[in-house]
């Protein structure tokens, strides 16, 4: 059933993302008959960061040992590609090679393989000479290679997931925007600009709008949405088969963002990017966008200064490379020397739902909060691609019976 209002539903999840889709999937796959509602504001399914990432089916080694993102990342590698399979979305395991650049880079490649065995993951550590024979294009002084990271379209993911939901019995409502929460002792009422849609639970998986979701629920909301641009070139289709493995520079540990990298994607092409600039607007993607209340609300927040103080140099270096071609082009030549500003060509941007504390800290991994019938999603970035369909198990877990 698609863009009907029922009178009443056992689930209503929020946000058609691929962590909003892949929950309503999951309910109508492990509670059979439940009526299912999968609500988002826009037309369609999957237009936010799902729809403007990088596509990489990531591996997990970065992340603490513990953590959400470790646990469901792994999962989801497997997860991924067998969702893939079963419903003919291309995906390829390319392997991924962390280059370093530098003596500190190199020295951090024992840390990250070790990290890497700590989440059961398969890395090796290769040397110069090693990296040249495996990526000719390619200069640094070592690598680690981690074989099993790969590449696909999450877009299709998110809309096949949308369209089984719906072949499943779920009721599918695009252009319906949640303007507010109403939790009653026998239910929860959203007021959305399609009229009120009622429900047992209701699960809110609003990516960057997380934080106003939230507080619709009443939630005492010690965090605020801070939007990343991400920003890419496409490197020009001659040229496309410059490396054979995605091709990334050593992160800075502090940072949830993982450096401009080059990026294979599963309809042949190769782009580089994304950098990470403070966005003035969550979901306006051409560069210079404001939006006047996202605007507001990253001014008025005490993070977001904090932030900005801890990372002056790396803040002026990402809006400096953001402006200037020749700048951005120069982080990808440490690694790539023989990329030319010719080879690359700008592309829409992806804007990254960051949640950053009062203090400025970056909340790294994910997060659930809940009421006595709302559970909400409010922090899943990078890799929640990745992992959606193993969060989505997750939640469903948490609702219970
Ligand atoms: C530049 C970039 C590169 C990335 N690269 C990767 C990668 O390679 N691999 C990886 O695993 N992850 C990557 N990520 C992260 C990944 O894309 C996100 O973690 C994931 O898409 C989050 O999914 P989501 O469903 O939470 O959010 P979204 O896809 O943003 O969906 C949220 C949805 O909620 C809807 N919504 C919000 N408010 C309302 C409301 N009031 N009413 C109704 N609907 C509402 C929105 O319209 C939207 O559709 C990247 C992200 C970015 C930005």
Redesign the pocket.
Same mark, same amino acid.
């Given at each position: 059933m698609s863009g009907a209002a029922q009178d009443r539903y056992d689930y209503a999840v929020?946000? +058609?993302? #691929?962590?909003?889709?892949?929950t309503a999937y999951e309910l109508s796959r492990r509670r059979p008959g439940s009526r299912i509602a999968l609500?988002?504001?826009?037309d369609g399914?999957?237009?936010?960061?799902?729809?403007?990432?990088? +596509?990489? #089916?990531?591996s997990g080694i970065y992340y603490a040992r513990g953590s959400l993102k470790a646990e469901l990342?792994r999962a989801?590698v497997a997860a991924t590609e067998r969702f893939a399979d079963e419903n003919g979305v291309p995906w390829r395991r390319t392997g991924k090679l962390l280059v370093a650049t530098s003596a500190p880079d190199l020295a951090r490649l024992g840390d990250l393989r070790a990290r890497a065995a700590a989440n059961g993951i398969t890395a090796y550590v290769l040397s110069a000479a090693e990296l040249r024979e495996r990526e000719p294009k390619v200069a640094g002084l070592g690598a680690l290679h981690i074989p099993s990271t790969g590449i696909t379209d999450?877009r299709r993911i998110?809309e096949r997931l949308a369209a089984l939901v719906e072949r499943a019995g779920g009721t599918l409502l695009p252009r319906?925007?949640?303007?507010g929460i109403d939790e009653r002792p026998g239910e929860v009422v959203l007021e959305?600009t399609g009229g009120e849609v009622r429900a047992e639970r209701a699960v809110l998986?609003?990516?960057?709008?997380?934080d106003?979701?939230a507080r619709?629920a009443g939630l005492d909301v010690d965090f605020a949405m801070v939007p990343?641009?991400?920003e890419?070139y496409d490197v020009r289709p001659e040229r496309a088969d410059l490396v054979s493995t995605l091709i990334y520079p050593v992160p800075d540990p502090d940072l949830p963002f993982l450096g401009v990298h080059l990026?294979l994607s599963v309809d042949g092409g190769l782009n580089v990017?994304?950098n990470a600039v403070l966005g003035l607007a969550r979901?306006g993607y051409p560069k210079f966008s404001v939006d006047a209340r996202d605007a507001l609300d990253v001014a008025r927040f005490p993070g977001t200064w904090r932030v900005a103080r801890a990372n002056v140099r790396t803040g002026a270096r990402e809006l400096w490379n953001s402006m200037s071609k020749r700048g951005y082009l120069r982080l990808c030549q440490r690694y790539c020397p023989s990329l030319t500003l010719d080879d690359l060509t700008p592309r829409e941007?992806?804007?990254?739902?960051q949640a950053v504390l009062r203090d400025g800290s970056f909340v790294h991994d994910f997060l659930l909060r809940r009421t006595p019938r709302t559970l909400h999603?409010v922090n899943?970035?990078?890799?929640?691609?990745?992992?959606?369909l193993p969060i989505a198990a997750r939640i469903v877990d948490e609702l219970g019976e």
């Open positions: 929020v946000g +058609g993302g #691929i962590v909003g889709a892949a609500l988002d504001k826009e399914f999957g237009v936010h960061q799902t729809g403007h990432n990088s +596509g990489v #089916i990531h990342c989801g999450y998110n319906t925007r949640l303007t959305t998986c609003a990516g960057i709008q997380a106003r979701v619709m990343f641009r991400g890419y990026t990017g994304p979901e941007a992806g804007i990254r739902a999603v899943a970035p990078s890799p929640a691609a990745t992992s959606a």
